[in-house]
């Protein structure tokens, strides 16, 4: 695989700090929202037109496009921490680039008009600060010309005179080098201004030593310039035994009091506070050397609601002690840190119900008015299928949402879909890098109104988008539903009742090429490391692997068969839900290095060569002796990604140990049966147990469970060898497994799958075999498996079993459940079928592998007749 770089090496970057002008004020913003957790259809929509207000149609909330980009053209804001409207919310500045005029460009901040394009030239587009004190000036590092008087200086400009001063030589400190340019480009989430100090750091390597920077504050009342941090890998800091990456600036925190570097809090002096609870990556220095140094993730600093300084950050990886006893180690889409405290709390993340986080998030934490509050924009790289396949999309997938960060009661709203491709936009020739095209999201001072970018379904622009909390949210469909009272004919949603059965299911799938995450150096796994590669476009079901809108499966699972191997034995890897592209990959590497660290590396297709397409599940397997002795990792990468989706933990020894297993007594049993479950050589714990769960559900998904010992309470010891039993009256009809978790812990030791039949022959009928136009489709079914995921779908005479114009699950929606009827009746509106000849099909658990199926006709002038069974074995 390539190697991707971990940092850019050059900038006086910013970073900054916060106070506040606007009345503090208490306000729910969330009030009346969408708060719950359920997958909702992006329904397709057209571009708004330049000052075009639209209604979310999933959540509801008013939205209107305030930019006009032309084709190849952006106009977007700076950065989701870097404030986009002045201290009155009077006026507003976006970037623009491509056939935009390049530059920074002055809005009104209520109407929106177009003033004036910015006479400054800053050290980086996300490096222009408003004054939270004087809603008339800004502040930026003036990157040329060389032979100007504000050359390489923190400038002070006035918005309505244009007047600028100086506020301190920030060029002076870090050797003026003489290339124009040569003192400032951008650092890793700069930070907005909200009280008396910017973040800074030197940017000119003939003065740093090619490897190591310093970073320091300036004092925009006075012009003084604190004390410096020597920001390298090799040089740790204060008692510390880490150093830091050099291109991420400290930022000031809004009481003026302290400093964020990268994790550790100082106070204005320099100063160390304290370590925050994070995790830690590995950077190379200027030797070669590999170094250990703080992880942060693309973050925003602001306010708790207790008014203390904070910072709020994605965390894709464990924080090094756990997150103060979080049950996922701190992985979540935001977590919050006290600066005072240093008290780490998941806000939104799996430990309090919501997944894991998606790919390309953002938060901004920029309301001095309303503290607390903050906006969240998720991408969910390469799911671009749920914009047109008619089915409900992943929580959070190209989602705004914004959170009270309670520590105790965190309360979420979720805002609107971005419909925007960001890093895989493909027509991006008129304005370069897809980049631009990623939300960004911008909270007012007053935390009234949310700007954020959209490429719009990769239209070949980027514009800007506000939200406006101060109008009411309208109503909505309820989550899981794929239509609303706001759907249109042209989005192919229904409306009214019959909105949740349309489902043309016909797109084509979108190409993915990975998540490719390393802005400004900050990575979104955790890692630091790019990805590329192409993905493939799907057919007829939206050829979407089996997820049919379950929010796990676009992650992928990988799960090894045991979790301790002999040196010379073959280490079997398993992956399931993996996206189908040839490019999706695994790789064995050392627990904790990075992830573009490797030992040995296949696709899923089992080779080291890219085919056109590549298995959804399978099974590769490394030989151990090139792998060594230790503890190791199994990473799964999905379309040739560079940041793992998924990781499973192995150890190799040099000592053959007792390896537990699991059988069962009979591969097929019949409902009422008894499921008996063998177990052998498992150390007899008290805490070994057992599950049962359908096959392909997650590890943590299950039915029935069981000690070892036969009970569900945890014993001194329990049977090294044995077997439990489990009544499959309990379970259901269908596929499972029987997974073996040793000592309590929540990894999978060995898996076993069995059967549980109904011995009913499975078949459809429907109510007559000839319809008029207006009619209900009546489809019965009998004979189904019960499981949740058994579907009905209905498709022309001789269409592929991919390419439904309509389907159900059993259970009467599109959504999925534990289980689901073995008979029943199901209805579709013959009116979104069409004229000719059709069939109705039964499949089993999510598959395409046809059950049973029975043809009706739809003619406009029906004549009634009997309909015909047509009945197919389940053997």
Sequence with gaps: MQAKALFSAVSIALGTSFAGSLTAATADFCDTRVTDREPRLVETMAKPGYLESYHDPAFGSEITRISNAKQGGVVKTMYNTVQAWNADESKLILYHTGTEGPGHHLYDGQTYDHIRKLDIVPADLEEVFWDPKSADHLYYVQAYPVNDEFYDTLVRYNVNTEEKQIVADVGQLCGHPEAAGGSATSGSDVQAMYGDHIGLRCNNNAFNGDA????????????????????????????????????????????????????????????????????????????????????????????????????????????????????????????????????????????????????????????SANPGWVVMSTIGYGNYKYFSNNRPAPVLFSEISLTYADEDEPKTCRLAHTRTYAKDAENTSGYGPGYFGEPHPVLSPSGTRILFASDWYDSGSVDTYVIDLRVPASDVASGGEDGSDNGTDDSGSGEGEDSGE?????????????????????????????????????????????????????????????????????VTVHFA?????????????????????????????????????????????????????????????????????????????????????????????????????????????????????????????LLMWLYTNGTQSTSEASPVSGSVEFLSDYIGIGRFEARLFLEGSDEVTHRIQFEISADVAASVTTSKAVYAPGDEVLVNFDGAIGSGRDWVGIAPVGAPNEQVLMWLYTNGSQQPSDAGPVAGQLGFLSEYIGIGDFEARLFFDESYDLQASVRFSIQESAVEENAPTVSLSQD
Excluded at 275 to 304: A, C, Q, W
Excluded at 552 to 561: H, R
Aim: with cysteine.
């Design 212 to 367: 190591t920077d310093q970073t320091f504050i300036v004092n925009v009342r006075t012009g003084e310039i604190s004390n410096q941090v020597v920001i390298d890998p090799a040089q740790p800091f204060a008692g510390n035994d880490f150093g830091y990456a050099y291109n991420v600036s400290m930022s000031p925190t809004p009481s003026n009091q302290r400093v964020l570097l990268q994790g550790s809090v100082l106070d204005t002096d320099m100063n160390l506070l304290r370590n925050l609870d994070i995790s830690y990556n590995g950077l190379f220095d200027n030797d070669g050397v590999l170094r250990t140094i703080p992880n942060p993730e693309h973050n925003s600093i602001g306010l708790l609601p207790n008014g203390h300084d904070a910072m709020y950050t994605a965390m894709y990886d464990p924080a090094e002690n756990g997150c103060d006893g979080d049950a996922n180690g701190g992985t979540g889409s935001m977590v919050s840190y006290d600066l005072e405290t240093g008290a780490c709390r998941v806000i939104i993340g799996q430990s309090n119900g919501w997944a894991y986080p998606q790919s390309g998030t953002h938060v901004s934490a920029l309301s």
């Design 502 to 570: 349309e489902n043309p299911g016909n797109g084509q799938g979108n190409p993915g090429k990975g998540e490719g995450n390393n802005d400004n150096g900050n990575s979104e796994g955790g890692q630091g490391n790019s990805g590329n590669g192409g993905g493939n476009s799907g057919n007829g079901k939206d050829d979407s692997g089996n997820d049919q809108g379950d929010s796990e499966a676009t992650s992928g699972e990988i799960s090894v068969s045991k979790p301790v191997y002999t040196s010379g034995e073959r």
């Design 577 to 701: 839900d993996a996206s189908g592209a040839g490019d999706d990959w695994v790789s064995i590497a050392p627990v904790g290095s990075p992830d573009g660290q490797l030992l040995m590396w296949l696709y899923t297709n089992g080779t080291q060569t890219v085919s056109a397409e590549g298995p959804l599940e399978g099974e590769l397997q490394f030989l151990s002796e090139y792998i060594g002795i230790g503890d190791f990792e199994a990473r799964l990468f999905l379309e040739g990604a560079g940041v793992a989706s998924q990781t499973v933990r192995f150890t190799i020894t040099e000592e053959a140990l007792p390896e537990a297993r699991l059988s069962v007594s009979q591969e097929v049993y019949s409902a009422g049966d008894t499921v008996q479950v063998n177990f052998t050589d498992t150390g007899g714990t008290g805490s070994d147990w057992i599950s049962i769960a359908p096959v392909g559900s997650s590890d943590a998904e």
